[in-house]
Structures are given as C-alpha cells and as structure tokens.
C-alpha cells in the first residue's frame, strides 16, 4: 500500500540551527514526491518537489530510494519558517499525504 | 486572477442535515480533489476525479459523495450518514498526475 510517514508531529528549533524534517514512503512504482508548507492563515502551498531539484527558501530534499526517504533540510533555520510541513507522494492518479510536521523556530 | 476557490469559508450544519461544499477552479485542470484535514491526522482523501464526468472514492469516502459535471467544478456534499463531520475541507486541483496540486483555503465545518 501507499504511504508516507512524518514520525514527528513537532519539531522546535533555535533560530539558526539546522533543521531536518524526516519524511519516508513505501510506494511500488516510481514516485514523484513533494513538500508542501502551510503557513498560519495560509492555504497549503507547494515548497518544493524531487524533480525539479531546487532549493526553495534554502530547504533542500533529496530522493534516496535505497531508504525511501525524503527528508526536508535546511542549514540555518529563520524565524519565518514557523510553520506546518506536509510530504506528499503522488502515484497512481492520486496524491497521499503524511500526517504533517510543526515546526517552530523559536528566537 | 486564476486560482482555486472554496466557499464557504465557515459552515454549520445541525445534526441530519446534509450540506454541499462548494470548489471551483479556472486553472483548465483536469484533476480535483476532496481531503480531509483533522489535526494529527494530515490530509485524507476523501474523493477524487481525473476528468468530467468521472470520480473515485478516496480512503475515507463514506458519508459523502461528489458530482463533476464541469470541469471547473468539483462540489462535496456530507450526508448525514457521515458520523463524524465536524472538519476542515481542502480542494485541489492539478493539471495532470505528474504536476504540483493547487490548494483552496478550504471551509471549516461545524456540526451544531
């Protein structure tokens, strides 16, 4: 079955300290993946996807299909960046989503 | 001004009474979707069609039901066979399975 996994609901940081959000899926095909933000008051908006290989607000994921993991990394966290992170897998004409992670930056 | 639009923001419903959820697109996308937000839980899908005409259940589709009759328009409705409505609803869209989905602000409903 499809799936993705976030393992923790809440991650609270400092500001400038590194951040990483772990995101893993099981999937049998080849999947396309994704990380969307949710900022207060916000709609979900799309940060970043494996296929484009951007860096988007300084968040980097990478694919490792060996782990089936994507996690979400970014070397110096700001204040802004307060807020709920979903990784989502797309396959099979549908679009899964893990349970989310807050993450607070805290000053 | 292109987007996806969800009304109501806010609806409340008494108990055994069905209500229709409203999302609308003018991004030409073929695909729309219905989740389900609860906190703790993420987005569950509800429901979701690839083009007019056509539609599928999602993980958690019972006590609801949608129609999509025009490819900008993809409306929800709870029943009352629902047993648990009370949630915050998101639509989306997508031009095709391989690209980015587009979210509305999506309408927190409140059973009463």
């Known amino acids: 079955a499809q799936r993705v996994t976030q393992p923790e609901k809440l991650l609270s940081v400092f500001k400038g300290a590194p951040v990483e959000l772990k995101c893993n899926y099981s999937?049998?095909?080849?999947?396309?993946l994704f990380w969307y933000v949710q900022y207060s008051r916000q709609r979900l908006q799309l940060l970043l996807r494996?296929?484009s290989r951007e860096s988007i607000k300084g968040f980097t994921a990478d694919l490792n299909k060996g782990e089936t993991s994507f996690h979400l990394k970014k070397p110096f966290a700001q204040e802004e960046d307060s807020a709920m992170y979903y990784c989502a897998l797309s396959g099979f004409n549908k679009f899964y989503f893990g349970s989310g992670t807050k993450l607070n930056v805290k000053p | 001004d292109g987007g996806i639009t969800q009304s109501p923001k806010y609806l409340f419903r008494k108990e055994g009474q069905n209500v229709t959820l409203s999302c609308e697109q003018n991004?030409?996308?073929?695909?729309m979707y219905w989740y389900r937000q609860d906190p703790g839980q993420g987005l569950r899908l509800i429901y979701y069609?690839?083009?007019?005409?056509?539609?599928q259940k999602g993980d958690i589709a019972e006590g609801y039901s949608v129609s999509r009759e025009k490819k900008e328009s993809f409306p929800l409705t709870v029943t009352s066979a629902q047993k648990n409505p009370t949630a915050f609803y998101l639509c989306?869209?997508?031009?095709?399975?391989?690209?980015?989905?587009?979210f509305g602000q999506g309408t927190r409903l409140t059973v009463v």
């Open positions: 494996h296929i």
């Open positions: 069609s690839q083009i007019v005409n056509d539609f």
């Open positions: 991004l030409n996308h073929d695909a």
């Open positions: 999937y049998s095909g080849s999947p396309e």
């Open positions: 989306a869209s997508r031009m095709d399975t391989d690209t980015e989905a587009f």
